[in-house]
């Protein structure tokens, strides 16, 4: 608890802002369709890469900026013709990869840069497929690789969210499991 009170403390801005992002977080699992999901994960994005600069945590800062442009992109498939292009979730991975190595190299993140960037990559292709039951199941893995850097950041409502986002998982596929499938789904 010591802990705790020292992050709280230490750095009141960023568990602050990281506050906001908890919250659009977990409302975003509750989507019923990937464009929601993504769309809402464009905003958690945002806030969550200004709580982990703020803490210092370049790696996750990074992601979680690519992560909302890729939310804002992925939001808009099947809208508009250039968001449908099937280059993007290719695109987004290689960004990552190019993030971490610079942050690995760069700012010194060491092995939880692995975490994050493996989080991310997977999300990008969660959020692509148009198969929502598929994609919920690739992001309780996305979460659990998150829950390990925000411990590793000292990221308390990053830790929060994710336990939360566990829940509300596992919450939006028993929900699955009890009614048929949405027509986003093959």
Same mark, same amino acid.
């Given at each position: 608890?010591?802990? /705790?009170?020292?992050?709280? !403390?230490?750095? %009141?801005?960023?568990?602050? !802002? ?17 464009? *929601? ?6 905003? &958690? ?20 900026? #690519?992560?909302? !442009? ?11 013709? +250039?968001?449908?292009? %099937?280059?993007? @979730? +290719? $695109? ?11 942050? *690995? ?24 497929? %148009? ?5 919920? +199941? $690739?992001? !309780?893995?996305?979460? /659990?690789?998150? $829950? ?16 939360? &986002?566990?829940?509300? #998982? ?9 009614? %048929?499938?949405? @027509?986003?789904? @093959?």
């Amino acid at each position: 608890m010591n802990e /705790l009170v020292r992050l709280a !403390v230490e750095h %009141p801005v960023a568990q602050g !802002v990281g506050l906001a992002a908890l919250v659009m977080t977990v409302l975003s699992y509750q989507a019923r369709t990937t464009r *929601g999901i993504a769309l809402r994960q464009a905003i &958690g994005s945002f806030f969550w890469a200004a709580h982990m600069f703020l803490l210092g945590a370049w790696a996750g800062g990074l992601m979680n900026l #690519l992560g909302s !442009v890729r939310g804002s992109v992925y939001s808009q498939r099947g809208q508009r013709a +250039w968001a449908s292009r %099937p280059f993007w @979730p +290719w $695109l987004f991975g290689a960004l990552c990869v190019g993030a971490a190595a610079w942050s *690995g190299l760069a700012q010194g993140e060491g092995p939880r840069l692995f975490l994050s960037g493996s989080a991310q990559c997977l999300g990008c292709y969660a959020l692509w497929t %148009p198969r929502v039951r598929f994609a919920r +199941w $690739l992001l !309780v893995l996305v979460s /659990l690789l998150w $829950l390990a850097y925000d411990v590793a950041s000292g990221s308390i409502p990053g830790t929060v969210c994710e336990l939360f &986002g566990q829940i509300s #998982l596992y919450v939006a596929i028993a929900r699955d499991r009890r009614t %048929p499938q949405h @027509p986003d789904t @093959p």
